[in-house]
């Protein structure tokens, strides 16, 4: 039987993780973040030193990337590593890096249910033909107290309008780029997520109903 797969996409602090983790729970559907693996990334060029400026650099540090975490963890959801995730994400070859990590962790657990995999160019580029795709919709000032409140619970320092223009900057850097930008996949579902997380589940599970 083949897998079912449910995609979330949405601009950065939507509530996509939260959604998708009750999906997952609720559905019996693996979940996979392609978020992390952009951050996980980040993070090793951070660690490691690499001068991002230079594609080449990129490139060669790639090639001696065999696997990759999928383990997260609080510090990948640092401001830093946020700005680094959302730079490195511009690059094609980062882009089809991310990807093709992707396709094997689906081609890897070919006997289960099926997936709900969340991004920005999942439902767009990743898995265009995917059974249910959904697109998150929240305005900035909303997500801005959201992963303001987000920080300031896991210890983090943190300043509201820093934050609302951290956010604004990645939806443009996220939303213009040349490579795979944010966009309403074709075919999606556009759920405000403006509300109570209870009136966007109920809307989001009416429309698995019918997968
Ligand atoms: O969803 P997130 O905030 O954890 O994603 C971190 C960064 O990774 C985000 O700024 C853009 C990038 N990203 C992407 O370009 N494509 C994806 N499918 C997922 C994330």
Same mark, same amino acid.
């Given at each position: 039987?083949?897998?079912?797969?449910?995609?979330?996409?949405?601009?950065?602090?939507?509530?996509?993780?939260?959604?998708?983790?009750?999906?997952?729970?609720?559905?019996?559907?693996?979940?996979?973040?392609?978020?992390?693996?952009?951050?996980?990334?980040?993070?090793?060029?951070?660690?490691?030193?690499?001068?991002?400026?230079?594609?080449?650099?990129?490139?060669?540090?790639?090639?001696?990337?065999?696997?990759?975490?999928?383990?997260?963890?609080?510090?990948?959801?640092?401001?830093?590593?946020?700005?680094?995730?959302?730079?490195?994400?511009?690059?094609?070859?980062?882009?089809?890096?991310?990807?093709?990590?992707?396709?094997?962790?689906?081609?890897?657990?070919?006997?289960?249910?099926?997936?709900?995999?969340?991004?920005?160019?999942?439902?767009?580029?990743?898995?265009?033909?995917?059974?249910?795709?959904?697109?998150?919709?929240?305005?900035?000032?909303?997500?801005?107290?959201?992963?303001?409140?987000?920080?300031?619970?896991?210890?983090?320092?943190?300043?509201?309008?820093?934050?609302? +223009?951290?956010? +604004?900057?990645?939806?443009?850097?996220?939303?213009?780029?040349?490579?795979?930008?944010?966009?309403?996949? +074709?075919?999606?579902?556009?759920?405000?997520?403006?509300?109570?997380?209870?009136?966007?589940?109920?809307?989001?599970?009416?429309?698995?109903?019918?997968?």
């Amino acid at each position: 039987m083949k897998n079912i797969i449910i995609t979330i996409d949405g601009p950065a602090a939507s509530g996509k993780e939260k959604i998708s983790q009750y999906i997952s729970k609720k559905w019996k559907l693996k979940h996979l973040d392609s978020g992390i693996l952009y951050r996980r990334l980040a993070f090793i060029f951070l660690n490691d030193r690499i001068e991002i400026n230079k594609v080449s650099n990129i490139k060669k540090k790639l090639k001696e990337i065999s696997s990759i975490s999928y383990n997260k963890s609080q510090y990948l959801r640092t401001q830093e590593i946020s700005r680094l995730a959302s730079k490195i994400a511009v690059h094609n070859c980062v882009r089809l890096f991310i990807n093709n990590l992707q396709y094997n962790f689906v081609k890897k657990n070919k006997k289960i249910k099926g997936f709900v995999i969340d991004g920005r160019d999942i439902g767009s580029v990743v898995f265009k033909k995917a059974d249910l795709k959904l697109y998150i919709d929240v305005n900035p000032k909303i997500r801005a107290k959201r992963r303001y409140k987000q920080l300031i619970d896991s210890g983090e320092k943190s300043i509201y309008p820093k934050i609302l +223009k951290d956010i +604004k900057l990645r939806d443009k850097k996220d939303k213009l780029r040349k490579n795979s930008p944010l966009v309403v996949p +074709k075919d999606a579902h556009i759920i405000n997520n403006n509300g109570s997380f209870n009136s966007t589940i109920k809307q989001i599970n009416n429309l698995i109903k019918e997968i």
